[in-house]
């Protein structure tokens, strides 16, 4: 019993990392309807920028606002640089050039910080936390309440204040939108900035579980990915929900039959999804569609 409940909790934390990246595919592919496979690049931006500052002496809190930072704005950048002067471009054009922003991404970092991985401490120092015989580490902890402050702040946002419901109907009917007054230009830049700036939240608070390295950008990528076609493509909700159930189904495989089907789960689940129900296997909405 307390192995299957210590891969349920190593599950859940590996889950809520995918969760937090599939949440920026959704909300970027419900704006602009454009799959950002650059999401993890932003996620490690935001961890070399919060492991570079925590080591020159930077406070945990000012660091974090500068991974949310330093990757909100490139994220801005780059969708006014890069994304909304090709907009009458095919989607594929589209995404192939997001993976290109993800590969000149992933070079830069690799010039900037080299090739060693880099990590500090967990937030709050101690001991594991006892859970009827399974280990929860103190920074899992985190990563839980980080994960849920997300998942309510994203809910206030989209809809209790006015850009997240413009947001909203932007995703729902972007000429209809458009007939409101609504600035696509405008909601898309603001769906870049939001789910990038997760994305180095995200990061920041990841650091001291993986490490941080230029490379982490990818694989987290193609979890998120995983999990927000598990969802639909919907809602961030659904997002969440698929990161969690593929994070459990990691461990659980790593845990009960081979730690090298790890890394081959991610693959054959978003196999499994896209050939036998594409439309995703959780409809969940946080807020209409977005």
């Known amino acids: 019993m307390a192995e299957l409940l210590q891969s349920l909790v190593t599950g859940l934390t590996l889950g809520a990392m ?10 970027i592919y419900n704006v602009t309807g454009i799959i950002n496979f650059a999401q993890g690049e932003y996620l490690m931006l935001g961890a070399m920028t919060a492991v570079t500052l925590v080591a020159a002496g930077v406070g945990l809190p000012l660091a ?6 330093v990757a909100a704005a490139v994220g801005g950048v780059v969708e006014r640089v890069a994304i909304r002067p090709a907009r009458g471009a095919s989607i594929e054009t589209l995404i192939l050039i997001t993976i290109g922003v993800s590969i000149t991404l992933n070079g830069v970092a690799l010039l900037v910080w080299g090739v060693n991985p880099r990590r500090y401490g967990p937030f709050t120092a101690g001991p594991p936390v006892e859970l009827a015989g399974a280990a929860l580490s103190r920074q899992s902890v985190w990563v839980f309440a980080f994960t849920a402050l997300v998942a309510g702040a994203l809910w206030w946002f989209l809809e209790r204040t006015t850009s997240g419901k413009a947001m909203r109907a932007c995703a729902m009917n972007p000429e209809a939108a458009m007939l409101q007054g609504i600035s696509s230009s405008r909601m898309s830049l603001y769906a870049f900035l939001l789910a990038t700036g997760i994305a180095g939240a995200t990061g920041m608070v990841l650091v001291p579980i993986t490490s941080a390295s230029y490379n982490m950008g990818l694989p987290l990528a193609l979890r998120g990915f995983t999990a927000a076609v598990i969802g639909g493509l919907v809602s961030p909700l659904g997002a969440i929900a698929g990161g969690l159930l593929l994070g459990v189904a990691e461990a659980s495989a790593a845990r009960f039959v081979s730690s090298g089907l790890k890394d081959a789960i991610a693959f054959a689940v978003l196999f499994a999804v896209l050939v036998l129900r594409p439309q995703g296997l959780l409809r969940l909405r946080l807020a209409s569609r977005v």
């Open 18 to 27: 995918y969760a937090m990246v599939g949440v920026g595919f959704v909300l």
């Open 64 to 69: 974090f606002l500068a991974a949310v930072g």
